[in-house]
């Protein structure tokens, strides 16, 4: 099998198309990609648990509305609030990492 030379990575492909890691571009794409992901994890274990958006907005005292907007990345979601959804919730944990 011929191995192609055109083949491009992810931090190929971001370093040419957003900029590379340090510029205010990146790091701007890299926050936002990290608010993308809770949204879609949301999302999963929401849908995981076989709970409705409404269903699940009961069960931590909010709207329909909001945990649509969180999942959609339309809103900003206070770490407070995040806890109370994945635990009381969705009945699970959030662990968190920090990486250098």
Same mark, same amino acid.
């Given at each position: 099998?011929?191995k192609s030379n055109n083949l491009t990575s ?7 198309e957003v900029g590379v890691k340090g510029t205010?571009e990146r790091e701007l794409f890299e926050t %936002?990609?990290?608010?993308?992901? +809770? ?10 648990? #076989? $709970?409705?958006? /409404? ?15 969180? %999942?959609?990345?339309?809103?900003? +979601? ?10 009381? #919730? $969705?009945?699970? /944990? ?7």
């Amino acid at each position: 099998m011929k191995k192609s030379n055109n083949l491009t990575s992810l931090s190929q492909l971001l370093d040419s198309e957003v900029g590379v890691k340090g510029t205010t571009e990146r790091e701007l794409f890299e926050t %936002e990609y990290q608010t993308f992901k +809770i949204a879609v994890l949301l999302q999963e274990a929401r849908q995981k648990k #076989g $709970l409705t958006q /409404e269903q699940l907005a009961n069960l931590v005292g909010t709207n329909k509305s909001y945990i649509s907007k969180l %999942e959609k990345n339309l809103k900003d +979601i206070r770490f407070s609030t995040l806890q109370k959804i994945i635990h009381e #919730g $969705l009945g699970g /944990e959030l662990e968190i990492s920090i990486k250098f």
